[in-house]
T-cell receptor, first 114, second 110 residues
């Protein structure tokens, strides 16, 4: 049973470009969470999604950031017009339906904005 | 709001025991998680406490007191590979987002 998969593992972008981060949850998991870890800081929640539905986006910056989890395919975290402050590790976690709530993390995507 | 505090750094000797404390003040509480994170890697699940008391899992144990807003992670028979950050996180409800403390960096010395 494959774990949570994220790609790319490393992503370099220049200021103003777009970054697309992908996350495939563990088999049988229907809930996806995105977290951001800035250098030397703790993990911060960004968004919580189920298939075709955003449940909680209270941690998402108001502009330039969006997330989706379509019926088919991976969850996508999209950052438009990246700035240097977006450089961070972005982790995706997945969990089974409510009642068994442990979240399992993917290896992360390390975004570097030049 | 939510406030989760844990020490920034701890040092211990190989073979010894280390206790990492975590205190929380949250508007709503369901459960508390401990994760281990090696530098440059993903957090890996260690333990989950919902009820008061001690949960033991091999060399690692986790304790929770809901009334005191307090948890600790106990690492016994420390090994060099235990050098990592240990993250305390709480949830308000089942299936809800994790709110993390800043993490405790543990350095195990020979």
């Amino acid at each position: 049973n494959a774990g949570v998969m994220q790609n790319p593992r490393h992503l370099v972008r220049r200021r103003g470009q777009e970054a697309r981060l992908r996350c495939s949850p563990m088999k049988g998991h229907s809930h996806v969470y995105w977290y951001r870890q800035l250098p030397e800081e703790g993990l911060k929640f960004m968004v919580y999604l189920q298939k075709e539905n955003i449940i909680d986006e209270s941690g998402m910056p108001k502009e330039r950031f969006s997330a989706e989890f379509p019926k088919e395919g991976p969850s996508i975290l999209r950052i438009q017009q990246v700035v240097r402050g977006d450089s961070a590790a972005y982790f995706c976690a997945s969990s089974p339906p409510p009642g068994r709530e442990t979240q399992y993390f993917g290896p992360g995507t390390r975004l570097l904005v030049l | 709001g939510q406030n989760i505090d844990q020490p920034t750094e701890m040092t211990a000797t190989e073979g010894a025991i280390v206790q990492i404390n975590c205190t929380y003040q949250t508007s709503g509480f369901n459960g508390l998680f401990w994760y281990q994170q090696h530098a440059g890697e993903a957090p890996t699940f260690l333990s989950y406490n919902v009820l008061d008391g001690l949960e033991e899992k091999g060399r690692f144990s986790s304790f929770l007191s809901r009334s005191k807003g307090y948890s600790y992670l106990l690492l016994k028979e420390l090994q060099m590979k235990d050098s990592a950050s240990y993250l305390c996180a709480v949830t308000k409800a089942a299936g809800n987002k994790l709110t993390f403390g800043g993490g405790t960096r543990v350095l195990v010395k020979p």
